[in-house]
């Protein structure tokens, strides 16, 4: 399995960036090229991304699907509904999905995609911090 396949997209580094995810991660994303510039995007582990590091390049953490799996929660509990709501991942149909169902098994927010694991689980995260159901400032 390649890399690319064991962590998030570069569009979906990107947004997680943008909602304040603290990116602190074992890959990154570096664009090689300075601002501004053609981007020359390249994954890279921490340790070459210590040297590349720089204000005039961007990074994203490029995180895996482990990392991804810390910052969901195992269970939601939201207000008024009564129960928890439980997470279950699962490879079906080559989807890979994310669900979050209530005690008593009804859905109430899930996320597929064929692309890979790692999206499948930041996707679910996005979806949940732009939702105000999770705030990973409190983790």
């Known amino acids: ?12 580094a ?20 300075p601002k501004g510039e053609e981007s020359d995007w390249i994954i890279t582990d921490l340790n070459d991304y210590m040297l590349f590091s720089s204000s005039n390049h961007e990074e994203f953490s490029a995180f895996t699907v ?21 997470i ?9 999905s994310i669900v979050y169902r209530r005690g008593n098994g009804d859905f109430v ?12 689980r930041a996707n679910m995260l996005i979806y949940l911090i732009e939702n105000g159901l999770i705030n ?3 983790k």
Not at 1 to 12: A, F, N, T, Y
Not at 75 to 81: A, F, K, P, V, Y
């Open 109 to 120: 927010c899930g996320f597929s995609t064929e692309s890979s694991e790692a999206d499948a």
């Open 14 to 33: 990107k947004r997680l960036k943008e909602l304040g995810v603290e990116q602190d991660s074992y890959f990154y994303y570096y664009n090689r090229s």
């Open 136 to 138: 990973l400032r409190d």
């Open 66 to 86: 482990a990392e991804l799996g810390e910052m969901l929660p195992e269970s939601l509990n939201l207000e008024g509904i009564g129960d928890y709501i439980f």
């Open 1 to 12: 399995m390649e890399l690319k396949d064991q962590v998030c997209s570069l569009i979906l």
């Open 88 to 96: 279950t991942k699962g490879h079906e149909k080559n989807k890979w």
